[in-house]
T-cell receptor
Framework: AQSVTQPDIHITVSEGASLELRCNYSYGATPYLFWYVQSPGQGLQLLLK??????LVQGIKGFEAEFKRSQSSFNLRKPSVHWSDAAEYFCAVGARADDMRFGAGTRLTVKP | GAGVSQTPSNKVTEKGKYVELRCDPISGHTALYWYRQSLGQGPEFLIY????????DSGLPNDRFFAVRPEGSVSTLKIQRTERGDSAVYLCASSLGPPTDTQYFGPGTRLTVL
């Protein structure tokens, strides 16, 4: 059965530091992979998605993610974090509505 | 343009009562989804509409949950005989096409069952 694991429940980084949020998945076929961000009182917003092709995907707000099939991972990265990036981040995998699986999320805190 | 809107933003009800949660998708989006997000968890799929019909309702937890989209736009999620375990944030999303298209999420309705 498909599943998504985000090993880090909470991460704190200093403003200007680099960021990597981990995501590992289990899926029976080539997955569709997504990263969403959820700010307090806001809906989830898609940061980026991977279907096929180049394994390094660029998203909005300066985020990127790399698909590594051998490691079943889709980690999210940003070279320099801004205070406004503080939010909850969700990794998701799936190809149909009924098999979309979201991870439990990683809460990012940004220190000034 | 306007995004996905959900009303009410908060709903407090008593165990056993009936509630309705409303979702207004982005105009022109034919696909609409409902998810449930419990505290500390990611969204969990409930039901997916393509137009007026429920293309997939396999995520609805039991027959107390029902959703409609009679005119292919606004959708209502209905919960009968609410239980404390139904307390969660109910999220709605819409997209132009299939589920792998970008889904645009509403802010959610926080349901609390006392």
């Amino acid at each position: 059965a498909q599943s998504v694991t985000q090993p880090d429940i909470h991460i704190t980084v200093s403003e200007g530091a680099s960021l990597e949020l981990r995501c590992n998945y289990s899926y029976g076929a080539t997955p569709y992979l997504f990263w969403y961000v959820q700010s307090p009182g806001q809906g989830l917003q898609l940061l980026l998605k991977y279907f096929s092709g180049d394994t390094l995907v660029q998203g909005i707000k300066g985020f990127e993610a790399e698909f590594k099939r051998s490691q079943s991972s889709f980690n999210l990265r940003k070279p320099s974090v801004h205070w406004s990036d503080a939010a909850e981040y969700f990794c998701a995998v799936g190809a149909r509505a009924d098999d979309m699986r979201f991870g439990a999320g990683t809460r990012l805190t940004v220190k000034p | 343009g306007a995004g996905v809107s959900q009303t009410p933003s908060n709903k407090v009800t008593e165990k056993g009562k009936y509630v309705e949660l409303r979702c207004d998708p982005i105009s022109g989006h034919t696909a609409l989804y409902w998810y449930r997000q419990s505290l500390g968890q990611g969204p969990e799929f409930l039901i997916y509409f393509q137009g007026t019909g429920a293309a997939d309702d396999s995520g609805l937890p039991n027959d107390r949950f029902f959703a409609v989209r009679p005119e292919g736009s606004v959708s209502t999620l209905k919960i009968q005989r609410t239980e404390r375990g139904d307390s969660a944030v109910y999220l709605c999303a819409s997209s132009l096409g299939p589920p792998t298209d970008t889904q645009y999420f509403g802010p959610g309705t926080r349901l609390t069952v006392l």
